[in-house]
């Protein structure tokens, strides 16, 4: 099992950047892929961006601006979001998703999600 607790979010202006976190402990090496989720009132949750061990992935809407990163030894993704605008506002969700192999067979290929983190942005 693994358990995430996200964390970085609050009120900047538009223009502005964050830096979202998400601790991961447990199974934590039977992580395949991580990722950002955002989910705005009224709106379905979508997909900010995700990362593996080979390659990042980023929504239409955010590339040029986010930037995704995991590291390995501490556990801990991030999301660096420069250049904000109000459509970011949102709830952010660390997300992740485990191997369905060998010992992590147990525990994947089920998604863990962090508890959310507001971020919102004003014009």
């Known amino acids: 099992q693994v358990q995430l607790v996200d964390s970085g979010g609050g009120l900047v202006q538009a223009g502005g950047s964050l830096r979202l976190s998400c601790a991961a402990s447990g199974v ?42 995991r590291d390995n ?20 969700y660390c997300n ?10 147990r525990w994947g290929p089920n998604d863990y999600w962090g508890q959310g983190t507001q971020v919102t942005v004003s014009s």
């Open 28 to 69: 934590t090496i039977c992580i395949s892929v991580m990722g950002w989720y955002r989910q705005a009132p009224g709106k379905e949750r979508e997909l900010v961006a995700s990362i593996t061990s080979g390659s990042t992935n980023y929504a239409d809407s955010v590339k040029g601006r986010f930037t995704i990163s």
């Open 73 to 92: 030894a501490n556990n801990e993704l991030s999301l660096q979001m420069n250049s904000l605008k109000p459509e970011d506002t949102a709830v952010y």
């Open 96 to 105: 992740a998703r485990l191997y369905d192999s060998g010992f992590c067979r």
